[in-house]
C-alpha cells in the first residue's frame, strides 16, 4: 500500500489564483504540437524539451534519445510521453538522480517538469517521500498525472519556466540554471581585460628532448670512455 502525498500549503496567496501578466521579453516562449508543426518547428520542440529536461549543461550529442525522437516525430507519442522518456533515460538517471539526493532531486524535477520553484521545504518533502516509496518510475508519473502539469501543459506542450516576473518584486524568478556559458571569443577577452584567469597556469613540458638528449649522450660517452681506455693500454 502506497503512502498518500504529503499535503504542503502554498508559499503565497498569488499561487492560489491565475496570474496577470502583461506579454513582453521575459515570457517563455511556448512549444507546441497543436498546430501540426512543420519539420524545422518540430526540431524545436524536441530541442526546447532537451534544454527544459537536461539543461543547456548537460545537452551533448551522447544524451540524444533518438528512438524517442522518431516515435515523438511519427505521431506514435506525446509530448508527455517524451518528457516521460527523457527523464527515465539512462543518460539523466546517470546525471542527475544518482549524484543527488532524494531531496535535491525531487526539488529538480519539480522545477524542470512542473516548471516552477518548490513552494517549500514541506513540498519537498512530500515528493522525496514519493521518491522513496515508489521508484523514479512512479515518482515521474506522478509529476506527469498532477492537475498541474496537466492543466498548464497537457499533452502536446512542452513545459516551460513559469511566472518569470512576480508582482510586487523588483526582480522577476531568475532561471533555474544560472551557469554562465562562453565560447572561445568572449573567454579571450574575458583574459585580455583580466576578469578571467586560466585554472591552470601554461607549463612548457621539455622533459621529452632533455630524455632523447640523455639517451643519446650516455651512449656516446661510453664508447668515447672504452676508445680513451684502449688507447691508454695500448701505449702502457
Known sequence: MSLPLLSYPLSSQNQRVSSFEVPGDEQPRVYSLDNLPNEPEMDEVIWAAYRQIFNEQQIIRHHRQTAL????????????????????????????????????????CVQRILGRQVYNNRETLSWSIVLATKGLQGFVDELLNTEEYLSQFGDTTVPYQQRRILPQRSQGE????????YDQYHLSQLRALGQLRSPVPV??????????????????????LLVATLILVIVA
Do not use: C, H, W
Open 69 to 108: 525522437e522518431s516515435q515523438l516525430r511519427a505521431g506514435q507519442i506525446t509530448v508527455r510521453d517524451f518528457i516521460r522518456g527523457l527523464v527515465l533515460s539512462d543518460s539523466f538517471r546517470r546525471l542527475n538522480y544518482e549524484t543527488n539526493s532524494n531531496y535535491r532531486f525531487a526539488e529538480m
Open 174 to 181: 531568475l532561471p533555474f540554471a544560472r551557469m554562465a556559458r
Open 203 to 224: 607549463v612548457l613540458d621539455r622533459s621529452a628532448s632533455v630524455y632523447r638528449k640523455v639517451i643519446f649522450a650516455v651512449p656516446t660517452a661510453s664508447v668515447a
